[in-house]
């Protein structure tokens, strides 16, 4: 345990991926080739939805919600991830590390997520480690000497509020879904229903799984690596995949990008 000299210091050293020099390159170009992807294909379609007037509709304001979520997180997470990689020394300030926190937590519960930092920013420091590829709420109360009950109490109750509502939201919803395919007994709109469903599903099935890996591997710390890995997913799988289950397979959507890229094409090809 390090000395409660350690707890004046303002700056906190990320423990981060241990990578074999050889692969410090191939991972960093990796990320970067994530967080390129990411970047565009949200923006993408932030921009599609603003510019075309018939797509100014509530659902498409809840894809735009989601786009700035991913961004927001993703954006706070991925680029000090891969200075990292590159870093000989993996450091960060305090506040950076508590904006960090927040931000990449942001699309979770804003409002939870603050009281629980706040909760967390209050505790004394007497280490200067964080045991994790980077900043979350997790680690920096790790960082106190202090009692964390409350902490770990009012954690453990977001947690499972949290998921307990998303998952009762979830099955009520794929519930009333499946009773309005049988009731119709429609096979056309049973096939789109089926097909479009499945794969929403698969996506928060992983968002899911990842959410309870990352927070179960917190409590057991022999497995540092994999609980990096899994907290790193959470944020980055459904971030790329969310423009293409919730953009693509919507048709309004997907027709405006069809449409779009042929007169792209259709432009080019004229100026020739």
Known sequence: MEKNATSSSNILQIQGFDVPPEYTYP??????????????????????????????????????????????????????????????????????????????????????????????????????????????????????????SVNNIYGLFFTVLLFACSIGGIGATYIRIALICWMKKNKELNNRALQTCASHLLLYLIMLWLGFLTITLHRFPNYPDLRKIAHVLFHVVPASLNPVIYGLQT????DKITQNFLLDISCKLATK
């Open 27 to 148: 991972l960093f170009f990796s990320l970067l080739l994530v967080y390129t992807s990411l970047i565009f294909s949200n923006v993408g379609v932030l921009a599609l939805i603003a510019t075309e007037k018939s797509l100014h509709q509530p659902m498409y304001f809840l894809f735009c919600n989601l786009s700035v979520n991913d961004l927001m997180g993703n954006t706070a997470l991925l680029p000090p991830l891969m200075s990292h990689v590159l870093a000989t020394e993996r450091l960060i300030s305090y506040n950076q590390c508590v904006v960090q926190a927040f931000y990449s937590a942001w699309g979770v519960s804003l409002a939870l997520v603050s009281v629980l930092i706040g909760l967390t920013v209050r505790l004394s420091r007497c280490r200067s480690a964080i045991q994790n590829a980077y900043c979350d709420n997790a680690s920096l109360f790790k960082l106190s000497c202090d009692d964390v």
């Open 251 to 254: 048709k309004s959507l997907r």
